[in-house]
């Protein structure tokens, strides 16, 4: 299992929810999840093949978020603010997410959340098992400290083309 991790830097930031890449993805109850649209095709050939051999549908708590921060001074307040410095904060809370790509998603499924201090239990859950096995297959790789966390790299020129 190797993490290939999206980077804003290589790719770019899809600017709002209407852009036209951007499609909707099987969700956790209660939120609406969106994704690239090859990375939402991927995601939903994924989601069968992992509930055929578990029995478990993958369902995201996360897809496509907007950029959060208004500037770098902004970000740093929030971080000293929440977590005592700049350094602690910045393992927990990124500037730039792969999330605003479209190409990243949290799961929220089969004992799998965003949930930090569960990780450890996570690790032993069957569908992590499964995706850990089987993700690559279907181009998604993971973050690895976060079991939850999957995200489809592509070429940039792949990215910018419109469905």
């Known amino acids: 299992m190797v993490e290939n991790r999206v980077r804003v830097k290589?790719?770019?930031?899809?600017?709002?929810?209407h852009d036209p890449r951007l499609v909707s993805i099987p969700s956790a109850p209660g939120y609406a999840c969106k994704m690239h649209y090859l990375a939402a095709a991927a995601f939903t050939v994924m989601a069968s093949a992992c509930y055929a051999a578990t029995g478990i549908q993958l369902k995201a708590r996360s897809g496509w978020r907007a950029h959060r921060w208004s500037s770098r001074a902004e970000y740093e307040a929030y971080l000293v603010a929440h977590y005592g410095n700049v350094e602690a904060?910045?393992?927990?809370?990124?500037?730039?997410?792969?999330h605003e790509t479209g190409l990243a998603v949290d799961l929220q499924c089969g004992g799998l959340a965003p949930i930090s201090k569960t990780a450890a239990q996570q690790k032993r859950t069957v569908v992590y098992a499964w995706l850990c096995d089987h993700a690559a297959e279907f181009g998604f790789s993971p973050y690895l400290p976060e079991p939850w966390h999957w995200e489809y790299n592509m070429p940039k020129t792949d990215w910018e083309r419109m469905p």
Not at 10 to 17: H, V
Not at 89 to 98: I, T
């Open 89 to 98: 904060g910045r393992k927990w809370v990124a500037f730039d997410s792969p």
């Open 10 to 17: 290589d790719k770019g930031r899809i600017p709002n929810e």
